[in-house]
């Protein structure tokens, strides 16, 4: 039993995000590599029908704990919950995907079995039974190998790290229900609110992002009722943000920024990309009026293909940019989108 | 109210890190509090504010790390705490979290201890969490906002899906995220406050806690292989121009 390879699928309000089947797919070629079997943990309330999916993307097993006292999201009862199956199974590997919720499950898990977490995964390899795991520390200044001497390992994986899961819908695996332990539950859930953006930056493929470059155009005029001096760099910017907008919407992209711009109020938080905002890896990331300091690199600099339009030919975003166009963004971006729109058809 | 808030000592977000020779350098740049540890001692401040309370910063590392506690001292916190010990120098954030615990269980009726959202050398963002198991609190991370009201205190959780209203019974473990607000700058007399202050410094023994295996182990550290990639400037005599060259490029890179 000690062979196996666990998959811990994450979700929200009963979808799985999409790193989950990341983290599948990885089990898979583990469990291949030590003969062992995959098994994935569903728990959730009215979630029973992922299962289907974790066999498509390749495991044997699923674990379910489908229990009504499940349906919001609480770390204790999820990792108590969790541990118990564990504990029975005795799992060499259990591989989560790295966001708020699978970084915290996996560490309480890590405390409860005596164990440890290795986060933020972007490779990994089988020396035996050994993992080991490649993850960027320092903000992705430096690479750490990293093993897990104690049993169960556990390892968060970078979203979309692992390349596009294949999927096979002629799988099909069993289903054993494991009882919810939810005894331990400290948090209490007292409601929700969406946030603006739906499209996940995380989870993103494509991202647009904006600095403080949007504010910057010189011939674009307030309205008159506008008169305080940050109210009109904030209402530019958003000018700015708009173009921005139009692009992402074409492409079907999540809205990054800077955090120039969100310290300047352009946008909120929740878009920073960067050292202390999000770190993505998408498959195209186009920079706009951003110089690209050491900082915002951290969030983005694994993106596969990234594009700066940038006025200063002289800024750093230009190193790293597969795709340079020196010019004001406020020129570029309308006829971006006209361009792509004639391309993808739109 | 007492309310502990731990402090790492991490390289500043600037510095060039790299390594030579097998160890990790970051030539002469500063070694300063980790930022997101910062927000972490505002949301503790201000919660001593409201609720009439003192905060005590506890950083786990060596001698220098005095440096991280002081900013803290500087920006409010009454008192300090070091906890430095020759045995501590091979932690996991499993092992880290077990003489946090220890640590706050030592400065005594704490009622909330507050983290940073995440330590930007390891990247772990698990030892909130993780201190919480331990000590049998609940685990009330990633807040965006955060108050104590008689005895329960009340959050909202950034996940990224959206907000998540959270309560729970103190004593509590809280992480915060950047949308908390601004940190405070140290004031004047913060800073001579704490350039005077004496920081005890603990040891296991005085925590009374073994020296906690590590399960976790950095095996190797290296510098990441650089960038492959070729850059390639798009211009053109009008931005409709370019514009069609660049879209040309993207849609070749199968990237849609
Ligand atoms: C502790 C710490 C943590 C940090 N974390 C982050 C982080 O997570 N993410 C982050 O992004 N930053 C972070 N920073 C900030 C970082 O150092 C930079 O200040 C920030 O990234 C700059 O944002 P920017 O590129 O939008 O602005 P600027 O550096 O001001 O650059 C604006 C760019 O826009 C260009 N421009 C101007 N007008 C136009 C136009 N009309 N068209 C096209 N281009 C134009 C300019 O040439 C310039 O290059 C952090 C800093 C610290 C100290
Ligand atoms: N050595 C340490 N001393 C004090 N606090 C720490 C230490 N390591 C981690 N922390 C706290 O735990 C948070 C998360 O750290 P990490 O899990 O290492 O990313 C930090 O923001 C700090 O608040």
Known sequence: ???????????????????????????????????GGVTAVILGSGVEGLAQTAFHYGADEVLLADDPALADYRVDSYASTLVAAAKVGSPAVILFPTNTRGREVAGLAAMDLESGVIPD?????????????????YAGKLLAKVVCSARPQMVTLRVRAFGKPEMDASRSGTVTKIAAVTDGDKVKVTGYSESEGRLSLTDAGVIVSGGRGTSNRADLQPPDDITDEKQKEIWRAQQGFKLIGELAQTLGAALGASRAAVDAG?????????????????????????SGAIQHQAGMRSSKVIVAINKDAEAPIFKLARYGVVGDLYDILPALT????????K | MKIV?????????????????????????P??????????????LQAAEKGGGTVTAISLGAEEAKEALKHALAMGCAEAVLVNDPALAELDTQGASRVLAAAIRKVGGVDLAVFGKQAIDGDSGVTAAQTARVLGWPAATLLASLSLESGT?????????????????????????????EPRYPSF????????????????????????????????????PARQITNEMITGSSPEEIANKLADKIMEEKVL
């Open chain 2, 153 to 181: 205190l009340k959050g909202e959780r950034a996940m990224e899906e959206g907000r998540q209203r959270v309560e729970a019974a103190l004593p509590a473990v809280a992480s915060i995220v950047k949308d908390y607000g």
């Open chain 1, 121 to 137: 995964v972007t490779e990994i390899v089988l020396e035996g039974e050994q993992v080991v795991a490649t993850r960027p520390v």
């Open chain 2, 31 to 44: 070694l300063v509090i980790n930022p997101w540890d910062e927000y972490a001692v505002e949301a503790a």
């Open chain 1, 1 to 35: 039993m000690a062979n196996k390879v666990w998959a811990y699928i994450d979700q929200f309000k009963g979808a799985a995000t999409p790193a989950s089947w990341e983290a599948v797919a990885v089990a898979r070629t583990l469990a291949n590599q030590i003969g």
């Open chain 1, 338 to 345: 006209k361009a792509m729109k004639e391309r993808l058809g």
């Open chain 1, 266 to 290: 352009y946008i909120p938080y929740s878009h920073q990309v960067g050292q202390t905002g999000k770190v993505v890896s998408p498959d195209l990331y186009i920079a706009c009026g951003i």
């Open chain 2, 5 to 29: 808030v731990c402090v790492k000592q991490v390289p500043d977000t600037a510095a060039k890190v790299a390594v030579e020779g097998g160890k990790v350098t970051w030539g002469d740049a």
């Open chain 2, 189 to 224: 007399m913060g800073i001579r406050k704490a350039a005077k202050a004496e920081i005890p410094a603990w040891t296991l023994a005085d925590l009374g806690i073994p020296t906690p295996a590590a399960a976790v182990m950095w095996k190797e550290i290296m510098n990441p």
